[in-house]
């Protein structure tokens, strides 16, 4: 009865009364964790369940409740529980994966953020953050007061740009942060430029494919549409639009129907042209048939004329069969011809041998019948025709010899007639007599009876022209004589005077003889004028003498000179070109000096003619001294055709060259013919070295077609290894040995920008490496947070909050002892840490490069002149990492709290950001 006086407030049947007992059950304590648990499954009550499952600590049990779908309300406590206890310091290392299992039952965006920015492990905190899918929520992770590395994660999963440059706002200050977004718009507006690249070479392509569906087919046509199509299938057709997917597939489709009638055509063309073959070859083994037929017709015999028609009309059946009639009329028409000259054979055979069996040969009748009979020189002529042509030609030889015979005995007359008729012509009367005396008497013999009328007419012509002579000469030879009289009185000049008389002598003399009684009387007056007016040329024809001379002493003296030359040392030394030269001019004056005395000459040019061979001799021999150079040098230039350094051959080739132009310009027909044969071995290698010039090219191209390609990869692996959630030092050092290997071309444009990130990924893997430092660190950091709030409302005479052991870290374990100790006990350690507090932003101030205070140079330099003794005294062992020692002097800040001084506090944290940005 009085059992119900003693019962558990949290068995009350109220339901207010087991609320407030529930608020005072733990549940870490054991006994009070069963309690709740009993409560949870048992009690009536909702809210007694919810308050019971909002103390439960038990991992099994607040997943299961988050999973169940029963109750709602329940489910939320449950999960909000989930998410208290994630971002407790309670979750040890040993419970974190039992933790992230629990997490993985969590959906809710904003229990995931709470999870992710509160959450005391980082691995808890990547897990929620992977959860979420808002950008804005990942906004708020990438600009919060997280893990860097957290941070970064997040910002790389912000798709949204604008979110993207709101971050970039908040992270001025955050340089790895600020690198990362801007590397991931930049990432954006790349791909936004490569879309529209996209959609203009769509467009383009579209364009040409349309272009190509309205033009008629051509030869490359649909090689052209395959690498259309080609291009048009490497696209990204994601970002193209629907509108220009349609027009490409309705171009593709007219490009086909193109192509297929093309291929259509292609195969009628080529039935066709099997037809037109097979036809052809019909035609061909057609007209095979003719030639052979004819052929062998030609040199067949007219017995087998039968065996000829049969295969004939054969033939001219396959030819109008194949329509070849036209075609092949004229070999038709040869054969018929055959056929037709034996069928005449056949008729006039026995008149043929009716004629040669006669004791005479008739050969009129002969030729007659050779004539009817017309036999082609292209047949083979039977034995009869033979005798027939053989008896014919002895016949008509006989009469031919018996002609010549006759031609000849007459020719000599013949001859003798011509020329008496050209004497006529010319006037020549005495000479015109002596032939008509020698021909009288022979004119009267039998075989020169048809040239008597010939002989009579030249003899009539004889005598008018002997009457004429007499009245035409008298005249012009008195005028001969006027003339040569007046140059008797009225003389001219020297020579002028000279050549008017003898002119005058030569016409006295064309004149011929005259057959007159005055004819003496005149010769003999032109003979005393003529001897008057030569006696004026005497002096002209003294000064012509005296220049004779000079000129034969000037040939004299240049005759020495070549002999004096020729003797000389200077002589078998001297260049062909020079030698050329002499001999030109040695001649063009020999040529000058004149006219000489001929007798006296004649000895003087026979030693310049010597001299002159000499000098020819001279210049042949070095013109072929020069040729066999010239030669060599052919030789060898054919011999660089066979190295195989066509670089070095060419270069010899051009020295060669130089050694041919310093040999000068030889004979002309040798020196051409030994010039095309260098020329063309010249042009040879030197076209051999275009080759090996070009092929080298390429090589380098492709060589560096290669490099780049090995960058592009390079760029890929040093992205890959950025998103790797951790690296390790072989990577990098194996991109830097990738990134050197390049060529320098390829290294200068991305020098600064894989520096950077070497420098991150070093960054990251300082990080990676000294990971427990950097939670102790965060964990450190939340935990001062906390006591600086605590140790501030003490010293402000405020009730400081409740703080447990587990919500701070162990190197703040003092600070915690002085915080239960009260007000005396922290201002105590305030006095403590002072000196300490100063020195630690002196030393952050170093590391940081930053110049201290003037109060602090002195305790400045003592810790420099320390820290340099230290240093000798451990040089065997390796440093600490300057981003270590930053941290580590960070977290004996935290330890050598609180800070009271503003001013140091304002120091050591400028410090520690300036520090921050440099390392």
Same mark, same amino acid.
């Given at each position: 009865?009085?059992?119900?006086?003693?019962?558990?407030?949290?068995?009350h049947?109220?339901?207010e009364?087991?609320?407030?007992?529930?608020?005072?059950?733990?549940?870490?304590?054991p006994?009070?964790?069963?309690? &709740?648990?009993e409560? =949870?499954?048992q009690?009536?009550?909702?809210?007694?369940?919810a308050a019971?499952?909002?103390?439960?600590?038990?991992?099994? +049990?607040?997943?299961?409740f %988050?999973?169940?779908n029963?109750?709602s309300?329940?489910?939320?406590?449950?999960?909000?529980?989930?998410?208290?206890l994630?971002?407790?310091?309670g979750?040890t290392?040993?419970?974190q994966?039992?933790?992230?299992?629990?997490?993985?039952?969590?959906?809710?965006?904003?229990v995931?953020?709470?999870?992710a920015? @509160?959450?005391?492990?980082?691995?808890?905190?990547?897990?929620a953050?992977?959860?979420?899918?808002?950008?804005?929520?990942?906004?708020?992770?990438a600009?919060?007061q997280?893990?860097?590395?957290?941070?970064?994660?997040?910002a790389?999963?912000?798709n949204?740009?604008?979110?993207?440059?709101?971050?970039?706002?908040?992270?001025?200050?955050?340089?790895?942060l600020?690198?990362?977004v801007?590397?991931?718009?930049?990432?954006?507006?790349?791909?936004?430029?490569?879309?529209?690249?996209?959609r203009?070479?769509?467009?383009?392509?579209?364009?040409?494919?349309?272009?190509?569906?309205? +033009?008629?087919?051509?030869?490359?046509?649909?090689?052209?549409?395959?690498?259309?199509?080609?291009?048009?299938?490497a696209?990204?057709?994601?970002?193209l639009?629907?509108?220009? *997917?349609?027009?490409f597939e309705?171009?593709?489709?007219?490009?086909?129907?193109?192509?297929?009638?093309e291929?259509?055509?292609?195969?009628?063309?080529?039935s066709? !042209?099997?037809l037109?073959?097979?036809?052809?070859?019909?035609?061909?083994?057609?007209?095979?048939?003719?030639?052979?037929?004819?052929e062998?017709?030609?040199?067949?015999?007219p017995?087998?004329?039968?065996h000829?028609?049969?295969?004939?009309?054969?033939?001219?059946?396959?030819a109008?069969?194949?329509?070849?009639?036209?075609?092949?009329?004229?070999?038709?028409?040869?054969?018929?011809?055959i056929?037709?000259?034996?069928?005449?054979?056949?008729? &006039?055979?026995p008149?043929?041998?009716?004629?040669?069996q006669?004791?005479?040969?008739?050969s009129?009748? =002969?030729?007659e019948?050779?004539k009817q009979?017309e036999?082609?020189?292209?047949?083979?002529?039977?034995?009869?025709?033979? /005798?027939?042509?053989?008896?014919?030609?002895?016949?008509k030889?006989?009469?031919?010899? %018996?002609?010549?015979a006759?031609?000849?005995s !007459?020719?000599?007359?013949?001859?003798?007639?011509?020329?008496?008729?050209?004497?006529?012509?010319?006037?020549?009367?005495?000479?015109?007599?002596?032939?008509?005396?020698?021909?009288?008497?022979?004119?009267?013999e039998?075989?020169?009876?048809?040239l008597q009328p !010939?002989?009579?007419?030249?003899q009539?012509?004889?005598?008018?022209?002997?009457?004429?002579?007499?009245?035409?000469?008298?005249?012009?030879?008195?005028q001969?004589?006027?003339?040569m009289?007046?140059?008797?009185?009225s003389?001219?000049?020297?020579?002028?005077?000279?050549?008017r008389?003898?002119?005058?002598?030569?016409?006295?003399?064309?004149?011929?003889?005259?057959?007159?009684s005055?004819?003496?009387?005149?010769w003999? %007056?032109? @003979?005393?004028?003529?001897?008057q007016?030569?006696?004026?040329?005497?002096?002209?024809?003294?000064?012509?003498?005296?220049?004779?001379?000079d000129?034969?002493?000037?040939?004299?003296?240049?005759?020495?000179?070549?002999?004096?030359?020729?003797?000389?040392?200077?002589?078998?030394?001297? /260049?062909?070109n020079?030698?050329?030269?002499?001999r030109?001019?040695?001649?063009?004056?020999?040529?000058?000096?004149?006219?000489?005395e001929?007798?006296?000459?004649? +000895?003087?040019?026979?030693?310049?003619?010597?001299?002159? /061979?000499?000098l020819?001799?001279?210049?042949?021999?070095?013109?072929?001294?020069?040729?066999?150079?010239?030669?060599?040098?052919?030789?060898?230039?054919?011999?660089?055709?066979?190295?195989?350094?066509?670089?070095?051959? +060419?270069?010899?080739?051009?020295?060669?060259?130089?050694?041919?132009?310093? *040999?000068?310009?030889?004979?002309?027909?040798?020196d051409?013919?030994?010039?095309? @044969?260098?020329r063309?071995?010249?042009?040879?290698?030197?076209?051999?070295?275009?080759?090996? *010039?070009?092929?080298?090219?390429?090589?380098?191209?492709e060589?560096?077609?290669?490099?780049?390609?090995?960058?592009?990869?390079?760029?890929?692996?040093?992205?890959?290894?950025?998103?790797?959630?951790?690296?390790?030092?072989?990577?990098?050092?194996? *991109?830097?040995?990738?990134?050197?290997s390049?060529?320098?071309?390829?290294?200068?444009?991305?020098?600064e920008?894989?520096?950077?990130?070497?420098?991150?990924?070093?960054?990251?893997? &300082?990080?990676?490496?000294?990971?427990?430092?950097?939670?102790?660190?965060?964990?450190t950091?939340?935990?001062?947070?906390?006591?600086?709030?605590?140790?501030?409302?003490?010293?402000s005479?405020?009730?400081?909050?409740?703080?447990e052991?587990?919500?701070?870290?162990?190197?703040?374990?003092?600070?915690?002892a002085?915080?239960?100790?009260?007000?005396?006990?922290i201002?105590?350690?305030?006095?403590?840490v002072? /000196?300490?507090q100063?020195?630690?932003?002196?030393?952050m101030?170093?590391?940081?490069?930053?110049?201290?205070?003037?109060?602090?140079?002195?305790?400045?330099?003592?810790?420099?002149?320390?820290?340099?003794?230290?240093?000798?005294?451990?040089?065997?062992?390796?440093?600490?990492p300057?981003?270590v020692?930053?941290?580590e002097?960070?977290l004996e800040?935290?330890?050598?709290?609180?800070?009271?001084?503003?001013?140091?506090?304002?120091?050591?944290?400028?410090?520690?950001?300036?520090?921050?940005?440099?390392y």
């Open positions: 009865m009085f059992a119900r006086f003693f019962r558990p407030k949290w068995q049947p109220k339901v009364v087991r609320l407030q007992a529930v608020s005072l059950l733990q549940g870490n304590n006994d009070q964790a069963k309690i &709740l648990l409560l =949870l499954h009690d009536s009550a909702t809210e007694v369940r019971a499952l909002a103390r439960i600590q038990d991992w099994d +049990t607040l997943t299961r %988050a999973g169940d029963a109750d309300i329940l489910r939320d406590v449950a999960i909000r529980r989930l998410a208290d994630l971002s407790s310091n979750v290392d040993g419970d994966q039992g933790a992230l299992q629990c997490l993985e039952k969590v959906s809710q965006p904003d995931l953020l709470h999870i920015l @509160r959450a005391n492990a980082l691995p808890l905190q990547q897990a953050m992977a959860r979420l899918e808002d950008d804005y929520a990942l906004l708020k992770i600009s919060g997280v893990d860097q590395s957290l941070r970064i994660q997040a790389e999963r912000i949204d740009r604008e979110v993207l440059e709101q971050l970039l706002k908040l992270c001025q200050n955050h340089k790895r600020q690198r990362t801007r590397d991931k718009l930049n990432s954006y507006k790349q791909q936004e430029k490569d879309a529209d690249q996209q203009q070479q769509g467009e383009h392509l579209c364009e040409s494919l349309e272009a190509l569906a309205r +033009t008629g087919w051509f030869p490359h046509y649909k090689a052209k549409l395959e690498g259309i199509s080609q291009q048009w299938h696209l990204n057709h994601a970002v639009q629907s509108t220009l *997917l349609q027009r309705h171009a593709a489709e007219q490009c086909q129907q193109v192509v297929k009638a291929l259509q055509r292609q195969e009628q063309e080529e066709a !042209r099997h037109q073959q097979q036809q052809a070859e019909q035609r061909s083994a057609l007209i095979s048939a003719y030639t052979q037929l004819l062998q017709a030609r040199s067949a015999l017995e087998q004329a039968s000829f028609r049969q295969a004939l009309s054969q033939i001219v059946q396959r109008a069969e194949l329509g070849m009639s036209e075609q092949t009329s004229k070999r038709h028409s040869d054969i018929s011809n056929l037709s000259v034996w069928q005449r054979y056949a008729e &006039l055979s008149q043929l041998e009716s004629v040669l006669g004791e005479e040969t008739d009129e009748r =002969l030729s019948l050779l009979l036999w082609p020189d292209t047949l083979t002529a039977p034995d009869l025709l033979s /005798e027939s042509y053989t008896r014919l030609g002895v016949v030889k006989a009469a031919r010899e %018996a002609k010549v006759e031609r000849e !007459r020719q000599p007359i013949e001859n003798k007639l011509d020329q008496m008729a050209r004497h006529l012509k010319a006037g020549r009367s005495k000479a015109a007599s002596r032939i008509a005396s020698q021909l009288e008497e022979r004119m009267q039998a075989h020169l009876l048809s !010939r002989f009579a007419q030249l009539e012509q004889l005598h008018e022209l002997v009457d004429w002579q007499g009245f035409a000469i008298r005249p012009k030879k008195e001969l004589i006027a003339a009289q007046a140059l008797a009185t003389p001219l000049a020297g020579a002028e005077q000279l050549a008389i003898r002119k005058y002598n030569q016409e006295w003399r064309g004149l011929g003889t005259d057959p007159t005055t004819a003496q009387d005149l003999q %007056a032109f @003979r005393e004028a003529s001897d007016a030569f006696a004026h040329c005497q002096s002209y024809l003294e000064e012509q003498a005296a220049l004779r001379a000129n034969l002493q000037k040939r004299q003296q240049l005759t020495t000179q070549l002999e004096e030359f020729i003797q000389s040392s200077a002589f078998p030394s001297a /260049e062909g020079f030698l050329e030269q002499l030109h001019t040695a001649r063009q004056q020999w040529q000058a000096y004149s006219p000489v001929r007798q006296e000459s004649e +000895t003087l040019q026979a030693r310049f003619d010597v001299y002159m /061979e000499q020819s001799d001279a210049i042949v021999s070095y013109r072929k001294q020069q040729e066999d150079a010239k030669e060599a040098i052919v030789n060898e230039t054919v011999e660089l055709l066979s190295w195989t350094d066509i670089i070095a051959a +060419t270069r010899r080739a051009k020295t060669l060259q130089q050694d041919w132009k310093a *040999l000068g310009q030889g004979r002309r027909r040798q051409q013919v030994l010039w095309q @044969r260098f063309e071995c010249c042009d040879e290698l030197f076209q051999r070295r275009d080759s090996v *010039l070009q092929a080298q090219k390429v090589e380098r191209l060589r560096f077609e290669a490099a780049n390609q090995e960058a592009e990869r390079f760029d890929q692996v040093l992205g890959e290894v950025i998103n790797q959630s951790r690296i390790n030092e072989e990577q990098i050092k194996t *991109l830097i040995q990738q990134f050197q390049l060529p320098s071309v390829l290294q200068e444009p991305r020098q920008h894989v520096d950077e990130q070497l420098e991150m990924l070093e960054q990251r893997l &300082l990080e990676q490496q000294h990971q427990p430092l950097m939670t102790l660190l965060q964990q950091r939340s935990a001062a947070a906390v006591l600086a709030e605590a140790e501030q409302a003490i010293l005479d405020k009730a400081a909050t409740d703080i052991p587990s919500d701070t870290s162990e190197p703040l374990a003092t600070r915690l002085a915080i239960r100790q009260g007000k005396s006990a201002l105590q350690r305030v006095d403590e002072s /000196e300490a100063r020195m630690l932003c002196i030393r101030e170093l590391l940081a490069g930053l110049d201290s205070p003037e109060q602090d140079q002195s305790l400045r330099m003592q810790y420099q002149l320390g820290k340099l003794q230290a240093s000798m005294a451990q040089a065997d062992k390796g440093t600490v300057l981003f020692q930053m941290h002097l960070e800040w935290y330890e050598n709290g609180p800070v009271i001084n503003a001013v140091l506090q304002n120091r050591f944290h400028s410090a520690l950001e300036k520090a921050k940005a440099r």
